[in-house]
């Protein structure tokens, strides 16, 4: 049982957006920088967003990230079907002394 | 292009000692400009960070792992390692190492090693 809430799923038809979101609290999300990764299964997770809201080179400008409070939240535009796969958010929580991830989201498109 | 590659056995006995290498190429452990960490998953814990070390050996573990696992750093190999001793079925999972800024910013990851904890 994860520190960090998300939603197990979220769906969305093509050209599409959705919004996942994830839930902390003060000693992680409203205190710390948030990063999303995307898995697709029996792979390794591939970083999305980093710092919030920052995408690494060769992120689709389809992805971006936002953090208010202790909450946190993937959009993603423009929806195609390659995008249907599983979503984590990650962050350091300072009770925990390390990086925790949430339990991850599954995006049906 | 960074790569990341782990090795070592998959099939452990409970009660011994996991042991897992992870061979980097394309950027040197001794540059200093990262962390190198184990990951693992399982359907049961999700995600975990078991721990980081830096070039100069210095370690940080999960606290609740601080007195099983043990990270250690070969510079000249450009490797690292982790062991996980006293293991249990619990232990069960796919281990990843990645490379990292301190956080949970995780840019390379290995293609993960599946490890079974089983008599």
């Known amino acids: 049982q994860s520190v960090l809430t998300q939603p197990p799923s979220v769906s969305g038809t093509p050209g599409q957006s959705v919004t996942i979101s994830c839930s902390g609290s003060?000693?992680?999300?409203?205190?710390?920088?948030v990063c999303w990764y995307q898995q697709v299964p029996g792979t390794a997770p591939k970083l999305l967003i980093y710092?919030?809201?920052q995408r690494p080179s060769g992120v689709p400008d389809r992805f971006s990230g936002s953090k208010s409070g202790t909450s946190a939240a993937l959009a993603i535009s423009g929806l195609r079907s390659e995008d249907e796969t599983d979503y984590f958010c990650?962050?350091?929580?300072?009770?925990?002394?390390?990086?925790?991830f949430g339990e991850g989201t599954k995006l049906t498109v | 292009q960074v790569q990341l590659q782990e090795s070592g056995p998959g099939l452990v006995k409970p009660s011994q000692t996991l042991s897992l290498t992870c061979t980097v190429s394309?950027?040197?452990?001794?540059?200093?400009?990262?962390?190198w960490s184990w990951i693992r998953q399982s359907p049961v814990k999700g995600l975990e960070w078991i721990g980081y070390?830096?070039?100069?050996?210095?370690?940080y573990y999960k606290p609740s792992l601080r007195s099983r696992a043990t990270i250690s750093v070969d510079t000249s190999k450009n490797q690292f390692s982790l062991k996980l001793t006293s293991v249990t079925a619990a232990d069960t999972a796919v281990y990843y190492c990645?490379?990292?800024?301190?956080?949970?910013?995780?840019?390379?990851w290995g293609q993960g090693a599946l490890v079974t904890v089983s008599s």
């Open positions: 070390i830096f070039f100069t050996g210095r370690t």
């Open positions: 394309g950027d040197s452990i001794s540059s200093g400009d990262f962390y």
């Open positions: 003060n000693s992680n999300i409203g205190s710390n920088y």
């Open positions: 990650a962050v350091w929580d300072d009770s925990l002394s390390g990086p925790v």
């Open positions: 710092r919030n809201n």
């Open positions: 990645a490379r990292g800024n301190w956080g949970p910013h995780f840019d390379y």
